[in-house]
């Protein structure tokens, strides 16, 4: 089984990084490159904490909350910084707005939905190529080592993703205008200075593909034996089975698109935790609404993990990951609550080939 944890960190780290590789001014194979760079990712210490002192001008970004897995990462990476974008004023996109008197089991609705979605249509299938877009904001910190200026806010992105059968792949990553909420803007806004980025993967070869979590067509109907699919694709245990079940669909729902019949029968599961809690009605950043159902995680810090489904299809809308509470130090002026990831499912179909869109 793969470590789909690690996948994903390391995954959103080198999409970050792709224009700044800390291995580019040492000569070498793809191999040692692709070494030197997870040694620059494992140097890092805690979250926002000092990493090793640099030896040269050196950029240390720090993502928090990325790809709904990370709880830090500290990355040192060698590149001139040039600032002269305008700050931008603002806090982050703010946590939908769901009072607690409003939380309460979430069974009946589930189930409610499961019966939507048995009734919903199956996705069209144009080809074996499962294409997903979706809009995504991350909170990212940023810091210059060589003179400790620091940014951090809200990164709006849209990405399109093309998977195949065959391990192979492509990915358009369009980076937003950062949101900025403090400090300097010049680390954050030369992060994403890019624009567009296109990152294609091979047929698997030395691991070198991209690749399911859960293969095509491979999920059961059975809620038993989806459940026990789902956590051990996850790859990652939350600290509770809810928690661990909220963390599987966030890959689910972004790898392709789901059989509706699937969907009924991850609603049926989820309708057997009394920790998945309703959160009323409400609205996606799309103007989409749906049903909110969130649970929570707590490993040093609380989260939330939520997810939206549509009321009258029981498919999923969008999922994100608040931090509630914290015991670890933040950036001034950030307070809790937090949204540290934010993926609206925009676009989800089966296509004939890689880049084709429905």
């Not at 849209?158 to 059968?165: A, G, I, L, M, Q």
């Not at 095509?216 to 089975?241: I, K, M, N, Y």
């Amino acid at each position: 089984m793969k470590d789909t944890a690690f996948h994903d960190d390391v995954t959103a780290v080198r999409r970050l990084l792709a224009g700044h590789d800390p291995a580019a001014a040492h000569p070498g194979s793809a191999a040692v490159r692709e070494l030197a760079r997870i040694e620059v990712i494992a140097s890092g210490s805690g979250r926002g904490g000092p990493g090793p002192a640099p030896r040269r001008r050196l950029l240390r970004p720090a993502l928090i909350g990325v790809a709904a897995a990370l709880t830090a990462v500290a990355v040192v990476v060698p590149v001139s910084l040039q600032s002269g974008r305008p700050a931008h004023a603002g806090p982050p996109p703010a946590p939908l707005d769901v009072p607690v008197a409003e939380r309460t089991g979430g069974r009946e609705r589930l189930l409610a939905l499961a019966d939507a979605a048995d009734s919903a249509e199956p996705p069209a299938r144009a080809g074996d190529v499962a294409y997903v877009r979706t809009s995504e904001w991350t909170f990212t910190y940023s810091q210059n080592a060589d003179d400790g200026r620091a940014g951090w806010g809200i990164v709006p992105e849209e990405r399109s993703v093309w998977r195949t059968p065959r391990e192979s792949g492509v990915e358009l990553a369009v980076p937003g205008e950062p949101e900025h909420l403090g400090g300097d803007e010049g680390p954050l806004a030369f992060l994403f200075s890019d624009g567009t980025e296109r990152f294609e993967w091979g047929d698997g070869e030395g691991g070198d593909g991209m690749f399911f979590t859960w293969e095509p067509d491979a999920l059961s109907t059975d809620p038993a034996e989806l459940e026990e699919q789902l956590v051990a694709g996850a790859g990652h245990d939350a600290g509770t089975p809810e928690a661990t079940l909220f963390y599987a669909l966030e890959s689910l729902y972004t790898e392709a698109p789901v059989d509706p019949r699937v969907q009924a029968s991850v609603l049926r599961v989820l309708a057997g935790h009394e920790g998945v809690l309703y959160a009323g009605p409400s609205e996606d950043r799309h103007g989409r609404e749906g049903e909110l159902f969130l649970v929570e995680e707590r490993a040093g810090e609380t989260l939330e993990r939520r997810i939206m489904f549509d009321a009258d299809t029981g498919m999923p809308l969008y999922h994100e990951i608040v931090m509630v509470e914290s015991d670890y130090e933040q950036p001034d002026g950030v307070e809790p609550p937090v949204v540290y990831h934010y993926a609206v499912i925009a676009d989800t179909a089966w296509v004939a080939e890689v880049e084709d869109r429905p």
